[in-house]
């Protein structure tokens, strides 16, 4: 680190990397929302500036709230094997596993940035034609768009209370 920027090694090493873009996925972190829409076939295109995370693959499964949950697969690998290490006697750790192993949907990008999108999860997130991508740092949401408006508007309106509850949690 220098002056806050990571600095590249290797081939291109002295080259400094934009602290804005850098956290360990592919050179982006996943930050704003965008309107999106599913074409005729199911696909999303992801947004350009989330597409170097998913480089690597990305694996879709059913978020909370409503939403769909997209991880990079190297993250999707480490909270697999967070939820592997819960023990298999507690039922919450069983039904949590269920909900996101059963549901989950492993692909790739194609050349244009697409994802198929299974019917099934666009079943749950009610995702028909325009959706809401949401960058979360590591992972992103899908969400149907008014639902999202719902979620942010709550969530704007409640910003005060979830700050103090998170204080209480060292955030």
Not at 14 to 26: D, E, W
Not at 107 to 124: C, I, K, S
Request: glycine share 10%; aromatic share 8%; with cysteine.
């Amino acid at each position: 680190m220098y002056n806050g920027c990571k600095w590249e090694t290797g081939k291109n090493s002295g080259r400094a990397l934009n602290p804005h873009t850098y956290s360990g996925l592919g050179g982006a972190m996943l930050l704003g929302h965008y309107a999106h829409t599913i074409d005729d076939k199911g696909r999303l295109t992801l947004p350009a500036k989330f597409r170097p995370a998913f480089a690597g693959g990305i694996v879709i499964t059913l978020g909370l709230d409503g939403c769909l949950f997209a991880f990079p697969r190297a993250k999707w690998e480490e909270l697999a094997a967070r939820i592997e290490a819960l023990p298999i006697t507690n039922p919450d750790a069983r039904n949590f596993a269920r909900l996101m192993f059963s549901n989950a949907d492993d692909t790739e990008p194609d050349r244009q940035g697409r994802v198929l999108l299974p019917a099934y999860l666009r079943e749950h997130a009610q995702l028909a034609n325009d959706v809401i991508v949401t960058g979360l740092n590591s992972r992103i949401e899908l969400w149907n768009p008014a639902r999202w408006q719902e979620v942010q508007t709550l969530t704007v309106e409640r910003g005060g209370l979830i700050a103090e509850h998170l204080a209480g949690l060292g955030i």
